[in-house]
């Protein structure tokens, strides 16, 4: 298990490099991870290009926060997240523009928002449904979020962004690139898109789940 210190640094270079790239902007998004019973998560209202690793609020599994700066609101819906999927140690919040450009389509599929457009989105989404929207840091999230992540550790959020579980934090942050570069080539393709068939993910998941 890594220390408090290294965990609190792992999360500031994953934000600054999801950042870098243009997955976060402004203060928009947010990070935590599990460390036993504690929570890291990154503080309410910070930017992931200047946060600094003393900053990182930690928090009990029960919200109780217990030093650093005020965690993010959305913290409910990241404490949700770990109740429903006890192998998750990590959650990347994104409001990335495809994914979020996906989340806010009219007739969305609230069940399964995109489809197995390529292997590696197959191989790691078993599907990604919507959370309905609720305002940010409404605490009805984390019931729906709880709901949905028994299922699945990738969601979109309505009109709002996406949520990616991992082991890891560089698993949950690279399943939300996932996310995000699946939702961008749907949205480039538009109804000229070549769906992977249900037995051609069904081989895939076989082989390598």
Known sequence: MQSPQREAADLVSIARSLFSRGYSFGTAGNLSIRLGDLVYATPTGSSFETMQAEQISICTMDGTHTAGLKPTKELPFHLAAYRARSTASAVVHLHSTYATAVACLRDLNMED????????????????????????????????????????????????????????????????????????????????????????????RRRFS
């Open 113 to 204: 928002a995109l489809p197995a457009l390529t292997a590696y989105f197959a191989m790691r989404v078993p599907s990604l449904p919507v959370v309905p929207y609720l305002p940010p840091g409404d605490v009805r999230l984390g019931t729906e979020v709880e709901r949905l992540a028994r299922n699945t550790p990738a969601m979109l959020m309505q009109n709002h962004g996406s949520i990616a579980m991992g082991a890891t934090l560089a698993e949950a942050s690279a399943l939300a690139e996932e996310i995000e570069q699946t939702a961008k080539v749907f949205l480039l393709l538009g109804n000229r898109a070549q769906c992977l068939s249900a037995e051609q993910v069904s081989e895939l």
